[in-house]
Nanobody
Framework: QLVESGGGLVQAGGSLRLSCVAS????????VGWFREAPGKGIEGLSC????????FYEDFVKGRFTVSSDNAKNRVYLQMNGLKPEDTAVYYC????????????????WGQGTQVTVSS
C-alpha cells in the first residue's frame, strides 16, 4: 500500500514537499514514480526514482523545479516542488513497481490514493 501526504494550499512561487510511504514492502527493490491529475486532464507523469538501478528521471517541464529523493530508512520517497505555479494544481500520486523501470513508469500498477495540491495566484 502506498500513501501520499504533504499536499495543501500554497501561493504561487511557493514550495511543497510531498511524501510517499510504503507499507508491506520495501522501496529498496522498487522504482517509484510521481504523477498528477489536474481537473479535466489525464494522468501526467512527473518524475521517477529507481532504487534498483540508482537512477532518476524527470519530465522536461519539471526539470529544475521538482526533485525526487528517497529515505530508505523511513521507506519514503519525496517530491520536492519549488516555484509552484497555478497550473501545478492537481491531485498528486505516487506509484511503484518491482519489475518495471523508470523508462516505462506509466505502467506502474501499485498506486496511492493521492494528495491534493492547490496553488493560488
Amino acid at each position: 500500500q502506498l500513501v501520499e501526504s504533504g499536499g495543501g494550499l500554497v501561493q504561487a512561487g511557493g514550495s511543497l514537499r510531498l511524501s510517499c510511504v510504503a507499507s508491506g514492502f520495501s522501496f529498496e527493490d522498487y522504482a517509484v514514480g510521481w504523477f498528477r491529475e489536474a481537473p479535466g486532464k489525464g494522468i501526467e507523469g512527473l518524475s521517477c526514482i529507481n532504487h534498483r538501478e540508482g537512477d532518476t528521471f524527470y519530465e522536461d517541464f519539471v526539470k529544475g523545479r521538482f526533485t525526487v529523493s528517497s529515505d530508505n530508512a523511513k521507506n519514503r520517497v519525496y517530491l520536492q516542488m519549488n516555484g509552484l505555479k497555478p497550473e501545478d494544481t492537481a491531485v498528486y500520486y505516487c506509484a511503484a513497481s518491482s519489475v518495471t523501470g523508470c523508462n516505462n513508469y506509466y505502467l506502474f500498477s501499485n498506486w496511492g490514493q493521492g494528495t491534493q495540491v492547490t496553488v493560488s495566484s
